[in-house]
């Protein structure tokens, strides 16, 4: 069966800090990798796609970045932390319906 | 563009009382209706998909359905367990992108 583990789960950082979260996802070849980010109390919002090694796809314009360096490895960077980056910034995989990793939420101070 | 709306944001019942959840959409070419369960501070639970007018789907005590412009999760007889915050989202073009709605946070008292 498939899985997807996305760490870390909790992450306090300061403003001007850099930023890594990865995920991963085991049992499945070539999916469909996803970031969202889901701001308090709205709904979740896809910041990055990407349908193969080294094929990233932005949806909105911001501070982060995101990397695939390996088939079923999916990294989501900032050099540089901006308040407004908080959140809890879920991964996900897709061949037809999209499951999704546990989250981390990420507080910048 | 392409926009999902829930109603109502939130909604409390009574354990045993039976309700729906609302998701009206506007995409321009739907490739599937979904519904996830998310518990806080967790990542959403897939439920449902949906494809086409007058499709179907049951699990348990839920069971999703899908018209031209919406969506209904029907929750029939609900426990405490079921509470959780459930949301829809409609597919978008290609590389199945999701466009979700806001949720709806369901508390189910005992």
């Known amino acids: 069966s498939q899985t997807i583990h996305q760490w870390p789960a909790t992450l306090v950082q300061p403003v001007g800090s850099p930023l890594s979260l990865e995920c991963t996802v085991e049992?499945?070849?070539?999916?469909?990798l996803y970031w969202y980010r889901q701001a308090a109390g709205r709904g979740l919002q896809l910041l990055f796609y990407s349908v193969g090694i080294g094929q990233i796809s932005s949806e909105v314009p911001q501070n982060l970045s995101a990397s695939r360096p390996q088939d079923r490895q999916f990294i989501l960077s900032s050099k540089k932390l901006l308040l407004s980056d908080s959140g809890f910034y879920l991964c996900?995989?897709?061949?037809?319906?999209?499951?999704f990793g546990q989250g981390t939420r990420l507080t910048v101070v | 563009e392409d926009q999902v709306t829930q109603s109502p944001e939130a909604l409390r019942l009574q354990e045993g009382e039976s309700s729906s959840l609302n998701c009206s959409y506007t995409?321009?070419?739907?490739?599937?209706l979904f519904w996830y369960r998310q518990d806080p501070g967790k990542g959403p639970e897939f439920l449902f998909t949906l494809y086409s007018a007058g499709e179907e789907k049951e699990k348990e005590r839920l069971k999703a359905t899908l018209t031209k412009k919406e969506s209904f999760l029907h929750i029939t007889a609900p426990k405490p367990e079921d509470s959780a915050t459930y949301l829809c989202a409609v597919q978008v073009g290609g590389a199945q992108k999701l466009v979700f709605g806001q949720g709806t946070r369901l508390t189910i008292n005992p």
């Open positions: 995409v321009s070419g739907l490739r599937g």
């Open positions: 049992g499945t070849s070539n999916p469909n």
């Open positions: 996900a995989w897709s061949t037809h319906e999209a499951f």
